[in-house]
Structures are given as structure tokens and as C-alpha cells.
């Protein structure tokens, strides 16, 4: 009987393939469409092929591409997704950038992606404000917090 589970179980998830819009991102007619849906806004220059945060600062959206890609900050246009303006991180690297925050006076962009649990340190960059929207294409952090791990990450079997 238990050897019959895994085809039991297929077909328990077969009508939700048929019955279910959870994954659609734009308007697609769906007769059940599923609360909080997102509608498709605009399309990303192709610089931003990879964005991971998001900060909606000055009427503009800022963001970032993930894991590796250069330490820039493109500040684009909601509407229609050109590039309106990068700017390069001089003095930070972006290993894993994985979000982005403000406050009154700093933007901070968290270098903290750790997808296969090999980092014992991650990095939160400390940006001021007036640097980034000086318009500047280049601009350095004022200061970093770091968070080391005491102990060794325990991986997970399956690499993450």
C-alpha cells in the first residue's frame, strides 16, 4: 500500500494545476483568481537581470543585482522600468546583496545571502543618504555592520 503513496499523492495535486492561479504575476482572466495576486507594473531594463531588494526612495525605485553582480545601485524609472541612473559602491563588494532599507539619514544594503551555508560572516553597508542622491556615479559606504557566526552553519544535506 505505502509503495502506491507517492502516485496517491500526484493525483491529490493534479486538479490544483487546473483550479489555482497562485503563481500567475499579471492579469491572466483566471476564473479563480487568488487573493493578492500582483499585477504586472512594468518591465526591468536588462541591466537589473537578477534585482533582489527593492527601495522606493524620492518617487524612484532602487535596486540591485543579486549574488556576485556588481556593487551598484540603479535607480530606475516605476513606470517603464529604464535605467535612470547607477551608481557604483566603490568600496563594498557584493557577494550575496539580498535587501535594502533606509532611515532618516542612511540607506543600507544587506550583503547576507548564504545559500549554501558557506559564509560565517555577513555585512550590512551603511550608505548616507545625501551620497546616493547626490547623483554621483560613484559613492562609498560610511561604515559597515558585520555579523560573524561563533559557530561552524550546520549544512543541509541537499547544498542549502
Known sequence: MFRKLPFYSL?????????????RFYPTGCENPVPGNM???????SSLAETSGLLYLNGNMWS???????AALYCFNKDNGSVIRKTIISNATNIDWEDIT??????YVADVGNNFATRDTVIIYRIPRTRLLSGDPAISHDGIISVSFNEPVERNPRGF
Request: net charge negative; charged share 20%; glycine share 6%.
Open 102 to 107: 533606509e532611515d532618516d539619514h542612511y540607506i
Open 11 to 23: 493525483l491529490l495535486l493534479i486538479p490544483a494545476l487546473f483550479y489555482s492561479c497562485t503563481y
Open 39 to 45: 499585477a504586472k507594473y512594468s518591465t526591468l531594463d
Open 64 to 70: 540591485f543585482n543579486d549574488s556576485g553582480g556588481e
